[in-house]
């Protein structure tokens, strides 16, 4: 028989492993809360940041305004004097995670361009275009079109519109002769500057790679480039990596890094000349300078940072490359957005902390001395610690933008008054969104939560009602929601001032789905539901037959249409077509969308997409030409 002390002794260790579990819960849901939860692992050359030169102090003031500033962040690397003094990666960023590059593909096939001259492949960049593409140059048919050189395509400059709805580049991906559509693109940026102009200038540069070498330009990377810098991201027998050449590289952080490091060494690597100094040096020589908080994106800047002289170089979504020669560092960051971020999205404010960080000299006293860093200072006209963090892929209104700073001051003010009015009185949270704000706005555990950031991908303003798509971040350790992470509702403006709204099921048609998908009949509606999946290369479930017998688009049929597609497609979850638009076309409905879910974010569709009516049945179509409608 078992006695009293043998069962206390029992009970009282179970209940110290049930205590041990939940404490272990709560503190990974705290961690992941505070976007605190991260992954530090030096691969190449570790080092302290005592050793090279670095204030630990100051480095860790940076370090905490990227846990808790930049939401999107998925890595940071900083290299000083060769070594990895910094490498860590936030959410679901990871040492063997890979990032597209985006526009930061032209800096990376400068370099490649570089090593096909060394090799005398290629005679220098002043070789006209027509070397190459003698036959699509006289298709084209632009002026000035027959005087472009190489030296057109590497010094491409562009707004960064990834993302942003600009049709140009979807036009590029889509086309059926790349080639010709890309140099069409190139000879407009004549007379005046072309949105898709990176994504033209990178895909012609590795066409003409792979002409003169015989090879893909994934090959011939990995081959001259990668191998040498000891990158296996593209290695020949990896194929889980899409390799379209007009999408480009998709890289690990510490591999950016490394190309980063290379240019800093003028092209060396391990006492080996990957590619020579000399290219390197013209590359930097007649990079423009601009000012910190106006560098464009997609190709090299020269910038000053904290009174350094840094050259960068900017891609979509928070992708950077920075080097600092006179410090001799390189840092990179890497971001989970893709799409455009804007320029104030707290990236300038990183770079000057880290720069900050970074000494001259080894000497303490001086170090000491420094001054202090101005205030931090927010988007927009505010300055205050308790604003939130913007970040925006879209252009977002000044009264928005005050709503939600009113909304900031107001949850933290322990006012239940001001904290109602923020509230319409229809305020509806079916979505369990902000579930019972009585509860968690007014009282709860604690005092109310700190908004911490906004982060708004999408936003649509008709007349007094203000759609939104992104999410808002409350302060964990005050906040009993899912992670303190919330989706965005919506807006009314009443009396003048903006209210949530919440998500309301009846007060307008186009709140149905994603806010921003057309209003389609039930029939339409069915087919997009059926048919979805077969115009993206998948099997219908029913053996449906979706396509008209025509079907075509400019790049060619649904075979070609579908192969496109596929690399990005193939594997993932939650991959889903939005229709935003069906105008009439004679007979046809002209299709407008996107694809959500894939591997480049928001896929758009091709402008020729149509759907008809064949035998009594709705039919994926591409192009129509028909007379309008009677």
Known sequence: MISIKSILKISAIYLACIAAIASGIYLTIAFLGQKTLYIEKKQWNPAEPETQ???????????????????????????RNGKTVVEKYYWHGGPEETDYLHSLNLPLLQVLIGIAIDHQLIQGP??????????????????????????????????????????????????????????????????????????????????????????????????YLFQPLGITTYAADDDDLPHDPMVGFQLKALDLAKIGYLLAREGAWDGRQIVSNEWVRLLFFKVPHVEFDATPGGNWVKTTIREQESLVVRGEGGQYLVLVPALDVVLVTTSTSRFALPQDNGHDRLLQLIIEAVLQTSDTAKMAARPELEPETESGQYTDILSPNYIFSTPVPQDILDFFHQYAQDIISKDTRRIAQNYARGYDHTRDTFATPSRLMFGGAGSPPHLEYVHITKIRIEKNRAYLRGSLKFAFVSYTGHIGVFPLENLIKLKGRWRWLGLPEKTALLDRDDYFDAELSEAQQQFVDDCSGPLVGKSSLFGNDCFAESFRLAAGGKELFAERLQPFLQGRSGVRLHVTGLQPNGAAYKMQGYIEGSALGELRLPDELHIVKENGVWKWKGIFDSKPIE
Do not use: C
Request: charged share 20%; aromatic share 10%; proline share 5%.
């Open 53 to 79: 030169h670095i204030d630990p102090g100051r480095l860790n003031r940076a370090l905490e305004y990227i846990d808790t500033r930049i939401p999107t962040a998925r890595s940071l690397l900083l290299l």
């Open 126 to 223: 002043e070789q006209p275009l027509s070397a190459f593409f003698q036959k699509h140059l006289t298709q084209t048919r632009s002026a000035g079109a027959a005087s472009l050189t190489l030296g057109h395509l590497l010094r491409a400059q562009a707004p960064l519109l990834w993302g942003a709805g600009n049709p140009d580049y979807w036009d590029l991906f889509y086309a059926g002769d790349r080639i010709e559509t890309s140099l069409r693109v190139v000879s407009r940026q004549q007379t005046g500057t072309q949105p898709a102009m990176n994504f033209a200038a990178a895909y012609l540069l590795s066409q003409v790679i792979e002409q003169v070498s015989g090879q893909s330009i994934f090959d011939f990377a990995d081959r």
